[in-house]
């Protein structure tokens, strides 16, 4: 299909939000050079795309599009036909707006426990898809988890690796000793996700990185992990630390400081 008509952008866009799936919808917006229609539209996915706009500029289209999957912002580029090549904002020959439907961040918290039942309901309260992992089917029940998309009953670190992570993916570590920890950890060390973070003390956090950095992962890689995990806000109850965890995950999720907003300087009145 070359070219894609507004009833079928629409299904394609519900699919996506029904599905989780994301998808950008490049979309013509200027053209002063080779007579491309204003509306013309091609459907990016990050593993296939529909519809074409121009053959010189395809490739480069799409390669934008699914890094405005990754980034999760919309936003306008600019093309120019000679080099078939994105040129910025604006300056080229012809302009496309991406308009991004979003992949939905993903929240697993490995580990069933008492910070894990306030931790999933702000995480879903937050927008996340959340999943809970434990390896004991009496605490990884939905009557203790009714936030959670998916609860799963297995082997911490086996079945942690099962489970795909991606840029969008935040992994929250609150098992119940520093074995399963280490396990889980050898796990996202090989991986990309947004977010690794692990509780613990600074003991309990200090022990499972040596013996981590013996096993031969690279310092730089270990410093990666948000161990001990959260925002220092003095929280000591179940619900606090949670939103302690969260706000740190919402803090790299966004680019925030984690610093206070009030102002600092003298007011008059």
């Not at 919808?25 to 795309?49: K, Q």
């Not at 927008?127 to 911490?156: H, K, N, W």
């Amino acid at each position: 299909m070359n070219h894609q008509r507004l009833p079928d952008v629409l299904d394609a866009a519900i699919q996506a939000q029904q599905s989780g799936e994301g998808l950008a919808i490049a979309t013509v917006i200027r053209d002063s050079v080779a007579g491309v229609e204003p509306g013309r539209r091609m459907l990016i996915w990050i593993d296939r795309s529909e519809g074409r706009i121009d053959p010189r500029l395809d490739s480069a289209i799409l390669a934008d599009g699914r890094a405005a999957i990754e980034s999760g912002r919309s936003g306008v580029r600019s093309y120019a036909f000679e080099s078939g090549a994105s040129v910025g904002m604006q300056g080229g020959d012809l302009d496309v707006f991406f308009d991004l439907i979003a992949r939905p961040s993903m929240l697993v918290i490995v580990g069933a426990g008492h910070i894990a039942v306030p931790l999933a309901r702000l995480g879903s309260l937050l927008d996340f898809r959340v999943t809970v992992l434990d390896d004991r089917p009496e605490f990884a029940t939905p009557e203790r988890f009714p936030d959670a998309s998916q609860i799963i009953v297995g082997p911490y670190g086996q079945t942690l690796d099962s489970l795909p992570s991606d840029r969008d993916s935040y992994v929250v570590l609150v098992t119940r000793g520093h074995v399963h920890d280490a396990a889980c950890l050898e796990v996202m060390l090989k991986r990309d996700a947004g977010y690794v973070g692990m509780i613990g003390s600074r003991t309990r956090v200090r022990t499972v990185m040596r013996h981590l950095a013996a096993t031969g992962y690279p310092i730089e890689r270990l410093r990666l992990i948000h161990a001990p995990i959260g925002l220092d806000l003095g929280a000591r109850t179940p619900a606090e630390i949670a939103l302690s965890i969260m706000a740190e995950i919402v803090k790299v999720r966004r680019g925030g400081t984690g610093k206070s907003m009030a102002l600092t300087e003298k007011l008059s009145v």
